[in-house]
């Protein structure tokens, strides 16, 4: 089975578990990823008590929700939780009470150019009852009277996020984080879950592995700010962390999305940049940090200062379904996962062999000698030795491995092992890593 | 009354004065701007001796005008200095003599692919006789002799220059410079004198401020560079400037015109491009430093290395009644001179609220406990707080708003409000003045 | 006689000499060339014995080769060394058997795709026993035993390079490369010794010189590499060189083609941009350094890091003669020969006048009173001034003449003479070398 059928099978064991920034669904759906992940790590869950500080930020109550219906004059169900979860606002208030037409209107949200879809809607920060429905749902009521029930609660209990650290050959990090804050929506955000633990499987795998890689997840903003906050750890991580990604949407197979860090030239954005070089450009989007949208705001902001880049497929906000009922397991497809777990793989890989190298003799060294040059000299044959002739010319000490990609125009995964094979010649060295 | 009407008032009273670059007719104009800016500013004129060194220049006598004609063998006057006082080649000779009509071509100066106007010429360096006249007044002349009167005097006498300093909070300078020598035109250079007076009222009547404002009223090239050598003026210059700007031809109403430092880096010029981006693009028009001519050209030059920036309608060379007798009241008007006047209304604002800022908590700030932000969440939102947001993650102590500006891509204008909210909120704070 | 015919003369002379990367035909040339330079160098030429390790190389074995042919079965001679030397691989071993015609098409190699030319082939660093023909040739063999004769010897013996230097006022040196291991072909690579010996003629006979000018003449890659590493010449070139060129087909008339330094922007590509810019845009080509495929390669390489430009006409490997029997005297004009002459010349002179200007005086400099600006001003007399007026203003004592050439679009030969008259004028000091 690849990696794409096994990460769609735990998405649709993931889907139907309703999450909120807080709350059981958030702690369930931990409890599947760590028993899925089994050995390949350890598998960190924290509670932050609601009244926590974070940064600007107050932990807010727990929420929960056992159900919530409307039914009209005649106890018709108009709506129910059950039906789909995304019916209710997160973290409505309870409520049990009959209103007439006029004052329902006022709870109801609808997504009125997408009329068959219920839009997904929270209101963590004010209290609010309010249910969302389609929009010819809500042309259809009629005047009356309706009796309104939500059995949620809103109490003092705590946030949860989680982590998985696979120490490497240094302390240096790379970050991967997703949030866990979506309620029933495949490519937002199930799939960002399921694409951090099949890379977390992946890399435990790897035989050895330069860096340390860390893998967060928490609710979305609240809950990235409380892990960077909580234990200091942004100050660690912005010693130690060279580069780091976002997941969002990463499950359709429609393009690959990168979303820039801030500077946009960071090697989180070239090393992500240079992994897509292999895909087909007509399906490469690039997005420039002012369209952020996830975590990578937390990342990217001053005094954090971590230029973490964003990668999806179809970019949040920009793909129809977003945040609406539409977006369900039929968004998502086994090739989609497995075209963003080979993309992360070989950005994996472009940073794990990054270096700064320089060639160890001036002028070109003799390569026919060593079997790595034509013996035959006759026109059109220097083709076949052009990029590790261009390697050696740009290996000054200065540049690494992706810059020079950059510059030579041969995607970083083809120089592999090229600078592998001239560095067991002992024609270049490596001068640290970056 | 608004600006442009008082502005255009103004104009029409000094256009009939003839200015050169010394005389009584620079004196008159100053006269008329101290009386109409009353009690806005201290209005200092200087004097500057004939002989006097000014860095490469000698200051020239001063020249008089009171009469010059051309009469015909019959008596008849062809050309009369009452008519136009373009008439006259600037710092002409006395003459008073006939001479046949082959002797009197050379000394006559038209604009042949413009045979309807009167050239405006000058020849203040080496003494000539000259007339100017139409292509067509020219082709009219018969043979024959001509008895040619300048009654006009070249004497020791001295150069006028004039200046205001309005003093703000600090010591820091922002720098107006415009030229007072040239005769009955109105787009150049009623326009520029016109502006700057009303730039002063404006500036005065601010409630605070944070620059010094130095205005410079001079003849062009000879009168500036008297201005900077003077009393070492331009190392006091070099060391307070921030930023400045020359203005020539400001009064017309057709387009905006930024004639850019050398280097079109500059302050001056990230300003005024940013207050322009607010005007019509197809109206605003970029001209790099190589196409300079007014006093820019002295306080760019390697020395003074002011980076000044010119500012005008439509650009000194390029409009057809340039240098003509046909920039007359009617190319100037009320409406040209507001438009003239808010972009620098809106530069100065810009420059008084630039500031380099820094947010004071890391990761985004809470902003929808302080009503900042929409309480609900629902796709679309995020854009009406873009700004804020964006302005929340650039601000990383190193850049200053205008940069901002540039780098999101929303007018500095527009962000001075949403800076002064998250000051008041202690979101940001402000690091230095730039 | 001009330049150009006198260069093709010595390039028919020293066209029929047979050349490799060691042995009598180099030597032979060199002879030549030291004859025909007479008294404007001395022209030093050095031996490196078989074996001498240069950098990562080893000096190989001298060859000589005195005939070779092919034989049918009816002793038809297939193919003679005499009627071209391209016939033979460069340094084949010896060889005296009959063979079936099976074996002998393992020993022949064509151009396919130029079924009509003999390709130039050579095995340096394998011994190898082989023929080139024509596609056409092979085509026409018929099956039976051949006769194969190569009369030729590998030997201790040595490896042949060249030098002239022409001292300067200063130790900062230019330098020029050519290769001399390339049997009869005209454009590649008579032509690059002959411009060398020409320029060598021409800077000889210069009234003064601010630089030393270095011609190196040696195989190409081995040679270079010879010429670098012996004395450790690398080291003091490394301090000195300033700029540098490599010939390559610089014979015909085609087109004008540089091929960069690594960076594209050293001084050596300044400055040859700048002399092309005079010629016709559409006939001149910009190679980025990834295209190299001369000596350039040794002179860029990191350790040695002579920002090195390459010049031909035609480049190689672009123009379809190149490396085959088709690149003869045909190839190459009197025409083509003057215009590469003048576009180095042209460069030579702008490296000497290049320099880092300053003005002296703050402001404009007053240019009337020196005749060196109109005495009239009327509207578009400024053009006449402007390229003075705009080097006056961008003397800031840290541009150089190229730099500023560059930013005022004046190529930098219209500014040398202009330059010389400020400097004349005491408006503007040199401030050091470049």
Same mark, same amino acid.
């Given at each position: 089975?690849?990696e794409?059928t096994m990460?769609?099978?735990?998405a649709r064991r993931?889907?139907?578990?309703?999450r909120?920034?807080t709350?059981?669904?958030v702690?369930e759906?931990?409890?599947?990823?760590k028993e899925?992940?089994?050995?390949a790590?350890?598998?960190?869950?924290?509670?932050v008590p609601?009244?926590? =500080?974070?940064f600007?930020?107050?932990v807010p109550r727990?929420?929960k929700?056992r159900d #919530?219906y409307?039914d009209?004059?005649?106890?018709?169900r108009? /709506?129910?939780?059950?039906d789909n979860?995304?019916?209710v606002?997160?973290?409505?208030?309870p409520?049990?009470?009959?209103?007439p037409?006029e004052e329902? /209107?006022e709870m109801?949200?609808? =997504?009125?150019?997408?009329?068959?879809v219920?839009?997904?809607?929270?209101?963590?920060?004010?209290?609010?009852?309010?249910f969302?429905m389609?929009?010819? =749902?809500?042309?259809?009521l009629?005047p009356g009277n309706?009796?309104?029930?939500i059995?949620?609660?809103?109490?003092?209990g705590?946030?949860?996020?989680a982590d998985?650290v696979?120490?490497g050959?240094t302390?240096?990090?790379? /970050?991967?984080s997703t949030?866990?804050c979506?309620?029933s929506?495949g490519n937002?955000?199930?799939s960002g879950?399921v694409?951090?633990?099949?890379?977390?499987?992946?890399?435990?795998?790897?035989?050895?592995r330069?860096?340390?890689?860390r893998?967060?997840?928490?609710p979305?903003?609240i809950?990235?700010?409380?892990?960077l906050s909580q234990?200091d750890?942004?100050?660690s991580?912005?010693?130690k962390?060279?580069?780091?990604?976002t997941?969002?949407c990463?499950?359709?197979?429609?393009?690959?999305s990168i979303?820039h860090s801030q500077?946009?030239?960071?090697l989180?954005?070239?090393a992500l940049e240079?992994a897509?070089k292999?895909?087909?450009p007509a399906?490469v989007k690039?997005y420039s940090? @002012?369209?952020?949208g996830s975590?990578?705001?937390?990342?990217?902001s001053?005094g954090i200062? @971590?230029?973490v880049a964003?990668?999806c497929?179809s970019?949040y906000?920009?793909?129809p379904?977003?945040?609406?009922s539409?977006d369900?397991?039929?968004v998502?497809?086994?090739e989609?996962?497995q075209g963003?777990?080979?993309?992360?793989?070989?950005?994996?890989e472009l @940073?794990?062999h990054?270096?700064?190298?320089?060639?160890?003799?001036?002028?070109?060294?003799?390569?026919?000698?060593?079997? @790595?040059?034509?013996?035959v000299?006759?026109k059109?044959?220097y083709d076949?030795?052009?990029a590790?002739?261009d390697? /050696?010319?740009?290996?000054?000490g200065?540049r690494d491995?992706i810059?020079?990609?950059?510059e030579?125009g041969?995607? #970083?995964?083809e120089l592999?092992?090229i600078?592998?094979k001239l560095?067991e010649?002992?024609?270049?060295?490596r001068?640290?890593a970056?």
């Amino acid at each position: 089975m690849n990696e794409g059928t096994m990460m769609y099978d735990l998405a649709r064991r993931i889907f139907p578990i309703y999450r909120s920034i807080t709350g059981e669904g958030v702690r369930e759906t931990f409890r599947i990823l760590k028993e899925w992940l089994g050995d390949a790590c350890t598998f960190n869950t924290y509670e932050v008590p609601t009244g926590t =500080q974070v940064f600007d930020w107050t932990v807010p109550r727990e929420w929960k929700i056992r159900d #919530a219906y409307i039914d009209d004059e005649e106890g018709n169900r108009v /709506l129910s939780f059950r039906d789909n979860c995304l019916h209710v606002v997160g973290y409505s208030c309870p409520a049990d009470k009959v209103v007439p037409l006029e004052e329902l /209107l006022e709870m109801i949200y609808t =997504q009125p150019d997408q009329p068959d879809v219920i839009p997904y809607v929270t209101s963590y920060y004010k209290d609010r009852i309010g249910f969302c429905m389609t929009e010819n =749902q809500k042309k259809a009521l009629r005047p009356g009277n309706y009796h309104i029930v939500i059995d949620s609660e809103l109490f003092d209990g705590s946030l949860t996020y989680a982590d998985a650290v696979l120490t490497g050959e240094t302390e240096e990090e790379i /970050l991967f984080s997703t949030y866990s804050c979506h309620p029933s929506m495949g490519n937002d955000n199930c799939s960002g879950l399921v694409l951090s633990a099949q890379l977390i499987r992946a890399v435990a795998a790897m035989p050895k592995r330069r860096y340390t890689y860390r893998f967060v997840f928490g609710p979305e903003t609240i809950g990235i700010i409380a892990y960077l906050s909580q234990q200091d750890r942004y100050l660690s991580l912005r010693e130690k962390c060279r580069a780091g990604f976002t997941f969002s949407c990463v499950g359709d197979d429609r393009e690959y999305s990168i979303v820039h860090s801030q500077s946009g030239k960071a090697l989180s954005d070239r090393a992500l940049e240079n992994a897509l070089k292999s895909r087909d450009p007509a399906k490469v989007k690039h997005y420039s940090f @002012l369209t952020r949208g996830s975590d990578e705001r937390q990342y990217n902001s001053p005094g954090i200062d @971590l230029a973490v880049a964003g990668f999806c497929r179809s970019k949040y906000w920009v793909f129809p379904e977003y945040h609406t009922s539409a977006d369900d397991l039929s968004v998502i497809s086994p090739e989609g996962f497995q075209g963003s777990f080979d993309v992360m793989m070989e950005t994996v890989e472009l @940073l794990e062999h990054n270096a700064v190298y320089r060639t160890t003799t001036p002028c070109e060294p003799q390569l026919g000698k060593r079997g @790595l040059y034509p013996t035959v000299s006759q026109k059109g044959m220097y083709d076949s030795v052009a990029a590790m002739m261009d390697l /050696l010319a740009y290996a000054n000490g200065e540049r690494d491995l992706i810059t020079i990609s950059e510059e030579i125009g041969v995607p #970083a995964r083809e120089l592999i092992p090229i600078a592998r094979k001239l560095e067991e010649a002992k024609l270049i060295e490596r001068m640290c890593a970056q």
